[in-house]
């Protein structure tokens, strides 16, 4: 291994989930091998930010706090990429990024299979009211009538809103129940979705038409509450509904009403607008709702292929070769 004072080209990760996503710890040794020196802080804001990456040329962030900012970025010399610990980088300004001539990647495919697991595990808990039911048995109620309304799974239909690599996942678990699929998304063709086992759709017919809604794609402008009171409106009364991708694709304060008039049967939340909810916030009065704690992601298989990918990233930056999953292609020109 080379001494510390032959590393020259330094990576950080800012911050990470210490409960569930903390580093391996073998991180060091493998960016010692390509003359990386590895660094792990805790940052919470842009100072600590700064202090900690101002001279790496490679700087990591996994949690969705706004630290890569337009204004830390520009403070940020020596950086060749930013990478975002994670599928989603809406953590990341990626338009500022892109001005300063910086690579943002992401390591998409560390926990495709473990989201579409918990997606479907959330859409299976939701139409049978698992929740709901094992808290009332834990308070010495036999409430069977709480079962009601379900339906059977078996020969529905399933819409995808985005059908990337975690929503394909989600369909090809789901095959065994001859579920019809639906997709919307707009980076992709209608022979690719056909191809891959969906059919295509607007967006409209999909809520139209689906018994069970799942959210799979990424948050930006054009996906910000891209389920809002119009959308609601629309939805195929009774629907099940899952969001495993980011809490402020749906617009809650139409989601309630939605969910207290029945208009959607139950939803299944792993993220919400607002992480933790506050104590006073509607979602979690209603017994028609499963929410767990951003964590569909979590397993330790994924958290190996996350730092894997990390690690891989930072040494081809490091070794001047172009790294896989970077999302601004265009910045290569520079």
Known sequence: MQTNDRLHHKVVLVDY???????????????AAVGARWEVSECRTAEQTLAAARDAVVVVVQSVRPLLTRDVIAQLPAARCLIRAGAGYDSIDYKA???????????PTYCTGDVADHAVALMLASVRHVARLDAAYRRGEYAR??????RRVYGTTLGLIGYGRIGHAVAQRLRGWDMRVLACDPYISADYGSEWGAQLVSLEDLLTQSDFISLHCPLD?????????????LIKPGAVL???????LIDEAALVPALQSGRILAAGLDVTEQEPLPPDSP????DNVILTQHISANSEEA????YRLICEISADVVQGRVPQFVVNPEVLNK
Not at 283 to 286: E, F, N, Y
Not at 303 to 306: E, I
């Open 17 to 31: 989930d210490p409960a569930l996503f903390a580093p391996m710890g073998d991180e060091a040794e493998r960016l």
């Open 97 to 107: 990024a892109t001005e300063y001539g910086k690579m943002v990647c992401n390591t």
């Open 145 to 150: 009538a709480l079962a009601r309304p379900t």
């Open 221 to 233: 402008d054009s996906t910000f509450h891209i389920l809002g009171p119009e959308q609601f409106a």
């Open 242 to 248: 899952v969001n495993t991708a980011r809490g402020p």
């Open 283 to 286: 979602l979690l009065q209603l």
């Open 303 to 306: 958290r190996a292929d996350l």
